[in-house]
Structures are given as C-alpha cells and as structure tokens.
C-alpha cells in the first residue's frame, strides 16, 4: 500500500507540474504572437518587432544568472518559488494590454516577466527530476514537452482572436497572463517535493562555475548551447515565415497562425518520444539524431517560401526534431552534476543557453531583411553541428555511464 501510494503522488506531482508549466510557459510567445498587430498598432521597425521576444530571452537570462548566483533553487522552497514566479509573470505581462501603448513600456515588462520566467523553467526541471531515477529522460521530457506546447498556445490564441488581423491582441496577452495565474495556483495548491534533491543547500558562489570546471557536465551544455542557437530563432522566426508565405499564396491568416501553432506544438509530442528512447538507448545517442534532423531542416527550410504546403510540411518535421532533444541535456545535467546543487546547475545552463539566443534571433531577423527567407534559418544549422560534436566527446567519456542508467 505504501509503495502504491507514492507511486499515486508521483502521478499526480507529475501531471500537476506538467500541467503548470504548459499554462505559465503561454507567456514566453504572447507577444511574438501578436507582433503584427503590435508592429502596426505602435508603427514599429523589424528590429523593434525582433526585441518583443529577445526582451524576453534577456530577462531570463539575468534573473536566472541572479538565481543561480544565490543558489536559489537550491536554497529555497522550489515549490513556492515556482508558484512567485508564475504569479509575478502573469501579473507584469498583464500590465502590457490594460495600462500600455509603446514599445518602450512593452520591452520592459517583456524584460520582466523574462526574469519571473527564470523560476518557473529551470525549477519545474528540478521539481520534475526529484520525483523521478529510472525515468528522469521521460519525465523531463515530458516538462519539456509542457513548455513547448505552452510557448505555441499564443499561436493559437492568435488564431481564434486575430482572424484577419483583428485587432484583439489585448485580449491573447490577458488570456496567457490569466495562464500564468493558474499555474501559480496549481503548483501551490498541488504539488510537492519528490524524494530526491530535497536536502536545503549553503549558499556557495562558488558552484556557479561548476558547470565549466567538470569535463563532463562542460560538454552537455555544449550540446545544449548547439541545441539553443537553433531552437529558440526557429520558434520566433517560422511562424512568421509561414504568415509571408501563406499571404504571398494568398491562404487565409487564420491557417497561418493555426500552422504555427502546429509547428511548435508538435514538439510536445517528441519530446515525450524521445525522453522514453533516451532511458532505454541513451541520452547522447537520441540527441545526435535530433540535431542531425533539425540541422537539414535549418538549410531547407527557406528555400520553401514559394511552396507553401512543402514549407509546411518541413517546418513540421522542423519542429518535430527541433526541441525533441531539449530534456535530454538537462536530464544529464541532473545525472552528472553535484546532486546538491543540481538547481544551481540546471539554471546555469539555461542561462548560458537563452543568452546565446540572442544572438541567433537577432542574426536570423537580419538575414530576413538583407538575404530574403531563403538565407535567413542556414546559419542555424552551425548550432547542431557543435552540439553533435560535444555529445559525440561525451558519450566516450568514463562519466558517460552516470546518464540514463549507464547507457550514456
């Protein structure tokens, strides 16, 4: 009876913090999904539209440098840091429809409910690895898939909103911050801590550079900075780019939007996928694959823009292979780093990673400006290349055997 009934909280800790991070992570994309109606409400410039969302990558990135900085996921309650943090995002996304109309203002709430980001993610990764050993691939893929899911919903407000360029934008960024506010009461309502990681640790600064000093955990997150210059560009870029050609084809916006939210959405489904192959064949093995996949999408891609259907159908499998590989880095994160400090470590790669997204969201919006579409996704397949190669170096490894129960 015992046994069943920690295996019946698992269930329910596991379905209650996927269920809360799909709702919270409708934030991320709130904004990109209404760019348009944003760009000509506010008269703003390509680049202006390009930072709605790299505002948010830059929020991210400082609050969870300062979390990692303090240790806090480590140090703090994860549950009732988790619930702050969703509530503080939807809060400040909020104030965008009822009290804004500027970019100034928007980019810094954007910026905001960035930083509030930074204790949902990592520390719903942490909640989720703590309830889970044998199945830790499959159950942050499942988180992952969560995420993914949650950053396309917008695209699917946007559908049923902004049916040929409606103007109820408002109304999408209310709906994802309303969200965020049950993901807040969901996770403080439901959920608890697994068995594992539970122990409170000191503050020490010093493990903020853990995460180079250790060969092993070093090259995972060079596979998951390969996995980031690619994923997130793709994820802000392709729904626009599915919008140019499906109006050049003279396709109805609605179905745009729909096939973005399609795009990103699958990934949910291949992230649940391939965290069961990781456990049983391997985490560096499912990971090579994945990148090798996205890579070819990345270079055909744009030179669809004229075939809607066939730019359609890539994009798909884009999305598909694109995000399949995301859980994977972190679930090794969890197997090789210092168990102690594993939310320090966890928040550490995502930092590094969304700041590298910076760069590629911005790289990519130039391209589309002095390139065309055909040109702008190529140079995201140099991020699958150095992420296959650290994968390749870790999986020869002694300390290979740590991940998904010694199969590297």
Known sequence: MAIQSRFDRKNVALAAITAAELLALALWF?????????????????????????????????????????????????????????LAGALVNAAIPLFVDGIGAALTLRFLTGVALAGVYPVGMKLMAGWCAHDRGFCVGMLVGALTVGSAAPHLLGATFLREGGEGWRTVLLAASLSALLAALLIALVVREGPAFRARAPFRVSQLAASFRDRSVRLAN?????????LYAMWAWVPLFLLHVYQQAGWPEWSARLAAFAVIAIGGASSLW??????????????????????VCAVV???????????????LVWGFAVIA????????ITELADERYVGTALTVQTSMGFLLT???????????????????????????????????????????????????
Do not use: K
């Not at 192959?277 to 890579?295: E, F, Y």
């Not at 579409?373 to 296959?388: D, I, M, S």
């Open 30 to 86: 709130s904004a990109a999904a209404v760019a348009p109606q944003l760009q000509a409400a506010w008269s703003l410039s390509g680049g202006q539209v390009a930072w709605l969302t790299a505002s948010v990558q830059l929020g991210f990135v400082v609050g969870a440098l300062a979390s990692a900085v303090a240790n806090l996921p480590d140090r703090l309650d994860p549950v009732r840091l988790f619930a702050a943090s969703a």
């Open 222 to 230: 060079v596979g998951y900075l390969g996995h980031m210059w690619e």
């Open 274 to 295: 391939a965290g069961r192959l990781a456990d049983r064949h391997g985490r560096s093995i499912v990971t090579v694959v994945s990148l090798a996949t996205s890579g």
């Open 301 to 315: 891609t744009g030179a669809l823009a004229a075939v809607p259907a066939a730019a359609t159908a890539v994009a």
């Open 325 to 332: 590989d995301s859980a994977q880095y972190s679930s090794a």
């Open 358 to 408: 910076l760069a590629s969201i911005r790289l990519t919006g130039y391209l589309v400006d002095v390139a065309g579409w055909g040109w702008a996704f190529v140079p995201l397949a140099l991020g699958p290349l150095v992420g296959a190669w650290g994968m390749l170096r870790l999986r020869r490894l002694p300390e290979a055997v740590r991940m998904a129960g010694g199969r590297g």
